[in-house]
Each structure stands twice: as C-alpha cells, then as structure tokens.
C-alpha cells in the first residue's frame, strides 16, 4: 500500500489515491481524494478526483455522501470527462438509497445531456435503468 505524499505534487496524489481505487482499497482512496481537492481545489484533475471521491464512498456504501459528492461535483464540472459517470453513479447511490424515482431520472439525464456517451457507458446506464426497474 503507498503512502500518500507529503509535498506539492499533486499529480502524485491523485496518482497514488487513483492506485488504492484499482486495488480496491477504498478508504484509503478516499483519503487521497479528499487530500486532492482539499489542497488543490483548482488542480485539472480536480474534477476527476471528485468522481473517484464518489466512487470510493460509494463502494464502501456510503451512499448518502457519494450522492452530495457527485451532484456537486456534476454541477461545478458539466462539461468534464467523467460528467456522465458521475451522473450514471449517482443515480446508483440513489437507487441504493431507495430513492428509484429520482435515480430513474438521473439515469435519463446522462443519455439526455451526454448522448455521444461512449456505449460501454450507455449499456450500464440501461442495465442500472434495469435493475431499478425505470
């Protein structure tokens, strides 16, 4: 398991937090996100970093804050690369918080505001649209 960084670097922190998410490490990832956006709030993977915060809550079934995270953080970077993810697990955190209408219309926004979405992305949304029974 790395350490996280002491420093000023963080394209290392993001690296090293980024690392503990594949090794399913997930509290450790969401100390090195939180590090991230903490210190460096207008970093160009700040928006990244935001997803994967969201993500790692989410696996360690905090789903309340992985939703406040990721609407935020879908909110103050629409037009970022991970836009549509963020929504798409964000209407999973809702859906795990027995919140199904408002998941089902989350889901809808992603094929909505992102429809050149990539289809591996498309094909999740319409099997979590699945589950939820939208």
């Not at 928006?47 to 995270?69: F, M, T």
Request: hydrophobic share 35%; charged share 25%.
């Amino acid at each position: 398991t790395a350490a996280l960084p002491q420093g000023d670097d963080p394209a290392e922190l993001y690296r090293i937090a980024y690392d503990h998410v594949l090794a399913g490490e997930y509290g450790q990832a969401e100390t090195g996100f939180r590090q991230h956006i903490g210190q460096y709030p207008t970093d160009a993977q700040t928006a990244d970093a935001r997803y994967w915060l969201g993500e790692s809550l989410a696996a360690q079934g905090k789903h309340r804050e992985a939703a406040e995270i990721l609407l935020d953080a879908q909110r103050d970077f629409p037009k970022s690369k991970k836009a549509p993810d963020m929504l798409l697990t964000l209407g999973m955190s809702l859906a795990a918080l027995d919140n199904k209408d408002v998941a089902c219309a989350t889901f809808n926004q992603v094929t909505k505001k992102y429809p050149k979405s990539g289809k591996a992305l498309l094909d999740r949304v319409a099997a979590e649209q699945g589950k939820v029974g939208c």
